[in-house]
Nanobody
Framework: QVDLVQTGGGLVQPGGSLRLSCAVT????????MAWYRQRPGNEREFVAT???????KYADSVKGRFIISRDDPKNTVYLEMDSVKPEDTAVYYC??????????????WGRGTQVTVSS
């Protein structure tokens, strides 16, 4: 059973910083690409950032230059460093990961989400 455990989030002032973490736990062979998505109030879930096993990254235009995605493979953890946050970054943030199981099957798993609120 694979689970994605998210930590971090909460209330932050505009211009502030916050770090989200997402750890892949359970029994599996390896973790492939990992990503962050968010769902703002009244909106569909949207892409934020992704990172490949070799460290290649992509970002949504709305967060480029402010957010940094990184991963710690020995810990099977992906991070999202959020800097210069804006009220429009308020959302529930979800991580996902493509996990390779011991039968070499590739499955996409999602975290349960964590609330980030940017407000003074």
């Amino acid at each position: 059973q694979v689970d994605l455990v998210q930590t971090g989030g909460g209330l932050v002032q505009p211009g502030g910083s916050l770090r989200l973490s997402c750890a892949v736990t359970g029994s599996f062979f390896s973790v492939n690409a990992m990503a962050w998505y968010r769902q703002r109030p009244g909106n569909e879930r949207e892409f934020v950032a992704t990172i490949t096993p070799t460290g290649g990254t992509k970002y949504a235009d709305s967060v480029k230059g402010r957010f940094i995605i990184s991963r710690d493979d020995p810990k099977n953890t992906v991070y999202l460093e959020m800097d210069s946050v804006k009220p429009e970054d308020t959302a529930v943030y979800y991580c996902n990961a493509r996990v390779i199981d011991r039968m070499s099957f590739d499955y996409l798993h999602w975290g349960r989400g964590t609330q980030v609120t940017v407000s003074s």
